[in-house]
């Protein structure tokens, strides 16, 4: 499980990187309007990384699997 806050204002689109192959990750949003909101899901066979959408004032939650 990784969570990335952005305090900003404006949207980032950034990516997470890891040594271990991921094969799927659940994005969950936590923000004025959402609480641990489940927003999708990504197949990733096995690749190392993900590009994440971060709204602005949020936490995302992904778990990689």
């Known amino acids: ?6 305090t900003g204002t404006a949207t980032v ?4 990187t890891t040594d271990v192959r991921l ?4 994005t969950y949003l936590t923000d004025e309007a959402h609480s641990v909101e489940r927003m999708g899901e990504v197949r990733l066979p096995g690749s190392h990384h993900l590009p994440v959408h971060l709204p602005a ?6 778990v990689l699997r």
């Open 1 to 6: 499980i990784v969570e990335l806050l952005n």
């Open 13 to 16: 689109d950034t990516g997470f």
């Open 23 to 26: 094969h799927r990750a659940t």
């Open 57 to 62: 004032r949020s936490l995302t939650t992904l």
